[in-house]
C-alpha cells in the first residue's frame, strides 16, 4: 500500500496541499516502518533508506509551508518515534542537481521536477530545509559535497558512516 500511496503521491496533476501531501507520506512511511524496517530492524540487519522523515519537513514543511511542528508530530506518529542513527546528505547546487536529474531517464522524473509549481525557489527552500536539518542535528547528519567526482563523493559517503560498523 505506501508505495501506491508514493505512486501517487510523486505522479503529476494539479497542485495539492503541502499538508495532505505529508500526510500521505505519512500513511506510506507507516506501511514502511511495519512491514519493513522495524522487522528488519528487530532482526539485527542495518537499515538504508534513500529518504525518511526529514524529506517531509523540507519538502512540505520548509519548502511548502506546512507548520513543521504538526509535520514532526505526523513523523512521530507514522514512525512510532524510530529515527535514523545517522544521516547523510549529499548535498549539490540546486541547478546542478536539477541538470542531473533533466539528464537522467524521463521515467524516473516526479512532479517535484517536472510541475511548474516546483521552480527553482521551491528547489533551493527545500535545500536550505535540509541544510538547516543539518546544522540542528550535527550528531546525526553528515554533509557531502556531492557536486566531485563519484569515487571522492563515495569515499565522502562511507567516511560519513563507517563509525557505525564498528
Do not use: K
Not at 500500500?1 to 507520506?25: I, K, S, T, W, Y
Not at 536539477?98 to 525557489?121: C, K, Q, S
Amino acid at each position: 500500500m505506501g508505495e501506491q500511496v508514493r505512486g501517487v503521491l510523486l505522479g503529476g496533476g494539479p497542485a495539492r496541499d503541502p499538508l495532505a501531501d505529508a500526510l500521505l507520506f505519512n500513511a506510506a512511511r507507516r506501511q514502511l516502518v511495519d512491514e519493513v524496517i522495524r522487522p528488519a530492524l528487530e532482526r539485527g540487519a542495518v537499515v538504508i533508506c534513500d529518504r525518511f522523515a526529514d524529506s517531509t519537513l523540507a519538502y512540505q514543511g520548509v519548502a511548502g509551508g506546512a507548520p513543521l511542528d504538526q509535520l514532526r508530530t505526523l513523523a512521530d506518529i507514522a514512525t512510532g518515534g524510530l529515527a535514523p542513527s545517522r544521516t547523510v546528505l549529499f548535498d549539490l547546487p540546486v541547478e546542478a542537481g536539477l541538470a542531473r536529474r533533466a539528464a537522467g531517464p524521463a521515467g524516473e522524473r516526479n512532479r517535484f521536477e517536472t510541475d511548474a509549481v516546483h521552480d527553482i525557489d521551491f528547489h533551493r527552500r527545500v535545500r536550505e530545509g535540509f541544510l538547516a536539518l543539518a546544522r540542528a542535528e550535527p550528531g546525526r547528519w553528515r554533509v557531502v559535497d556531492a557536486g566531485r567526482p563519484p569515487a571522492a563523493v563515495a569515499a565522502d559517503a562511507w567516511q560519513a558512516v563507517s563509525d557505525l560498523f564498528d
